[in-house]
């Protein structure tokens, strides 16, 4: 199907961090093509492609226009498929294999989840539905 | 490779904008 493009401005400076993504300055608009739920977006620009954090972008009709999803209190179960250490205050440290619970998906893909009394972010590329088979 | 996004989480959004949200 065509290939509808989106544009976002970039809101600061990112130097990216491998071959496949790009380096943005703060102010520039970029197009996207993709959205992936982890918070990596592909950009097609005129002569650059490449993947850009979410977290460094907003849309260009405002801050009104969102697709975020309204957070869910009640809590969704997922399970960790990879552990990751808090280098944040807002950050949860979890071992793989964990159960917990998605509060609020973020398209910047760090998801507000709740384990026991503790809320905080976590990657959501380490989450998978709980009661899911993990892909092979 | 290209067609796939990076295996790594991708950064938090600038404190700037953190602070901002809260």
């Not at chain 1, 509808?4 to 600061?12: E, F, G, H, K, W």
């Not at chain 1, 954090?53 to 405002?62: F, K, V």
């Not at chain 1, 990751?84 to 507000?112: F, M, P, R």
Request: glycine share 8%; hydrophobic share 30%; with cysteine.
């Amino acid at each position: 199907g065509p290939i509808i493009l989106q544009t976002y401005r970039v809101i600061a400076d990112y130097n990216k961090g491998s071959k496949y993504q790009l380096n943005l300055k703060e102010g520039e608009q970029v197009d996207i093509v993709e959205k992936s739920t982890n918070g990596w977006w592909f950009c097609q620009c005129e002569s650059r492609r490449g993947w850009v954090p979410a977290s460094y972008l907003e849309p260009l009709e405002g801050p009104d226009e969102t697709e975020e999803q309204e957070p869910n209190y009640a809590g969704e179960l997922f399970v960790t498929t990879k552990a990751y250490t808090a280098e944040q205050d807002d950050e949860l440290t979890l071992q793989e294999g964990e159960t917990i619970e998605v509060i609020h998906k973020l398209l910047e893909g760090w998801w507000v989840i709740r384990k026991g009394e503790q809320t905080g972010h976590y990657p959501s590329m380490f989450l998978r539905k709980s009661g899911e088979i993990r892909a092979a | 490779s290209m067609k796939e996004p990076p295996s790594n989480p991708p950064p938090r959004p600038p404190a700037e904008l953190r602070r901002k949200r809260q």
